[in-house]
């Protein structure tokens, strides 16, 4: 049964133009830094005590493709100790006991397996993934942070969406870095 006090939510990072990595899954462009004068602070404290506040995270094979690739390259794990289930059909390597793979049904994994178990549960990518998660209804939130590069081609945010999702502005955050931090809260139909 599904647990109506967890939260599903979808969090990445992109360029202006709305593309999470380049067509080759390159993220060279992220080390991107401007200095917006009015804007926050990131606090590391801050970082720290909210990533604590999520539960699980979800991705899609490529995301953990790259993950594993900036594991190798010496840059760390970015999901901590927290339970990440990647979602493939491949046999893919498993270097630590956190990951758990998933084939299948996303919205009975999300409604039968992950709701019932973890309160904040975030979807870090990619597009496909993060699009299969919107189009079958399972998001209850989107955050998106908008670097300020433009890089004219590359993977959306969300690949093929086919239909319209209405959304609810319910955050806006700009930091020192010229990153925009946008929270949506997908709207339910009536
Ligand atoms: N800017 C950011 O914040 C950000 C965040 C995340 C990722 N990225 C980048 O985005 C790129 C990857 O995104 P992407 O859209 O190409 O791929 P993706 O969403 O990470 O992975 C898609 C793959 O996941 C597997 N999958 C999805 N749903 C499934 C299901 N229900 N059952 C079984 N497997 C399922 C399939 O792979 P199989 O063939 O394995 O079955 C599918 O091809 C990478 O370059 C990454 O670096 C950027």
Redesign the pocket.
């Known amino acids: 049964m599904e647990d109506t006090n967890s939260r599903v939510t979808i969090h990445?990072?992109?360029s202006l133009d709305g593309f999470?990595?380049r067509k080759d899954?390159?993220?060279d462009w992220?080390e991107i830094s401007d200095e917006f004068v009015g804007g926050d602070a990131m606090d590391p404290e801050f970082v720290e005590a909210f990533l604590k506040t999520i539960d699980c995270y979800v991705?899609?094979?490529?995301?953990?493709e790259?993950a594993l690739n900036f594991e190798a390259k010496g840059l760390g794990w970015a999901y901590g100790d927290k339970p990440t289930f990647v979602?493939?059909?491949?046999k893919?390597p498993r270097t630590r006991d956190t990951v758990e793979f998933?084939?299948?049904?996303?919205a009975q994994f999300v409604n039968g397996r992950l709701r019932p178990r973890f309160r904040s549960i975030w979807f870090?990518?990619?597009?496909?993934?993060?699009a299969?998660c919107l189009r079958l209804g399972l998001a209850d939130e989107v955050r998106y942070s908008i670097l300020p590069i433009l890089i004219g081609d590359g993977?959306r945010f969300f690949?093929k969406l086919d239909r319209d999702v209405a959304l609810h502005l319910a955050e806006v955050k700009a930091y020192q870095s010229g990153t925009v931090a946008l929270r949506y809260e997908v709207r339910r139909k009536e």
């Open positions: 990445m990072a992109a999470i990595a899954g390159r993220v992220m991705m899609g094979s490529r995301t953990y790259t979602l493939t059909s491949r893919l998933y084939s299948g049904d996303l870090v990518g990619g597009g496909v993934l993060s299969e993977i690949e």
